[in-house]
């Protein structure tokens, strides 16, 4: 799969322009292009997005063939087009190019974007119906607007990094690029909305999403938390908290987890299921309190129970009894789990570099205008001639002048 511009997908005849680098932005719009529009990313013509060279986080390989994954996920569906941005030439060319999109998005800091003309107020000139997203690390207010940051600094000022992990535990860092997925996520849906309320006003607009404030709305009920009960969620202590919403090791090493709900069948339920109906009616659990007040007690008991069969058939017995269990899956495991493949949460593509591969799905259905996630990301200024021609509109000759001024890459 390589551009998704053709079938009745939803957002088919919407274009949009970027101006982006990692992840955080050019993420927003590899999600529209699974919803069919069409993406033109702008990159330099030495080098390119810097996530094109990104093939190693420490000593973990993120490439295959010397070709990044990362990329190839943050860019799927895009155009590239080679644009010396430092020139007059390359920021009129962008201007033509915005006049005839309906999406613009950067994640350059303001500075860099003031000094290259390329604000929401700069092309706005050209395009009154324009919506313009912004990705920042903090926010676009404070003394930190201009401040860089990547994921990782995303989690640790939101608090994310404690959310995880037993209180003794140091704060915990999840990989890869968790914060930045979900800012990606969040501009996308910004975007969307923006999109909608343009169709009912006919109005454009800028939006403006943050690392912080993804990060800050994903844990919405810790922060609820912290704000009206002034205190802090604490991490989940296994041994020591809800013996009924909690994870146990089983015979064969592997984890499960579950929840039991809050009402007396389901306890009745456990009970038969565990294979201990006398729990049901012991004193010291009669009660959810009570299961609380002598959850070590408990928790060890269980911690026994789940180690007399492996992981699978505690699964298929708990669920038989309708007790809410899952496998605790690393990622390898939940690529090949069977419920994944048959919601098509994982999807089969075929790769220019990469062969027949498996990819993740678009999480949402759409029963009459379907999502059609793809892969493929464009080779460095690959579509800048047609992008040129077909969408800016310039003529053959005007073209060859930008490639003897090097505003555009001569080899694109």
Wanted: proline share 5%; hydrophobic share 40%; glycine share 8%.
């Amino acid at each position: 799969m390589g551009e998704n511009n053709s079938g009745n997908q939803p957002l088919k005849g919407i274009r949009a322009l970027e101006w982006g680098a990692f992840h955080a932005g050019p993420g927003a719009l590899a999600i529209l292009g699974d919803l069919g529009a069409e993406v033109i990313k702008i990159e330099l013509p030495k080098g390119g997005d810097p996530m094109r060279r990104l093939v190693r986080f420490g000593n973990f390989p993120v490439s295959k063939g010397g070709h990044s994954v990362f990329y190839e996920g943050a860019n799927r569906h895009k155009k590239s087009i080679a644009l010396d941005l430092g020139k007059d030439g390359g920021r009129q060319i962008v201007y033509r190019l915005a006049s005839r999109c309906d999406v613009f998005v950067t994640n350059f800091r303001p500075k860099a974007v003031e000094n290259m003309r390329m604000t929401y107020a700069d092309l706005r000139e050209t395009n009154s119906r324009l919506i313009y997203a912004s990705v920042s690390a903090f926010g676009s207010r404070g003394p930190e607007r201009e401040a860089g940051g990547f994921d990782f600094l995303g989690q640790a000022r939101s608090g994310f990094m404690v959310c995880a992990g037993e209180p003794d535990m140091p704060p915990l860092i999840a990989q890869f690029g968790l914060i930045d997925q979900v800012t990606a996520i969040t501009a996308s849906h910004a975007i969307l909305t923006a999109l909608f309320a343009r169709e009912r006003t006919g109005l454009g607009q800028e939006v403006k999403v943050s690392l912080l404030s993804s990060a800050m709305f994903l844990q919405y009920f810790n922060v609820l938390n912290a704000l009206i009960m002034d205190l802090d969620v604490p991490r989940h202590q296994r041994k020591s908290t809800d013996p009924l919403r909690n994870f146990y090791k089983c015979q064969d090493g592997k984890w499960l987890c579950m929840t039991v709900a809050h009402h007396p069948t389901a306890w009745h339920n456990f009970c038969l299921a565990v294979g201990h109906p006398e729990l049901e009616h012991d004193a010291k659990y009669d009660s959810r309190d009570r299961q609380f007040e002598n959850r070590n007690d408990l928790i060890a008991f269980l911690d026994t129970v789940f180690t007399t069969r492996s992981r699978d058939e505690w699964i298929r017995i708990l669920s038989e009894r309708d007790v809410f269990c899952s496998p605790v899956n690393t990622a390898v495991e939940s690529i090949k789990d069977p419920q994944m493949t048959a919601n098509d949460y994982v999807i089969d593509t075929s790769h220019r570099l990469f062969g027949d591969i498996k990819v993740p799905g678009y999480p949402a259905e759409f029963s009459e205008t379907p999502a059609a996630p793809g892969f493929t990301a464009p080779k460095l200024g690959e579509h800048t001639r047609e992008i040129l021609r077909d969408i800016a509109g310039y003529s053959e000759s005007e073209i060859a002048r930008f490639q003897r001024d090097g505003v555009v890459d001569g080899a694109a």
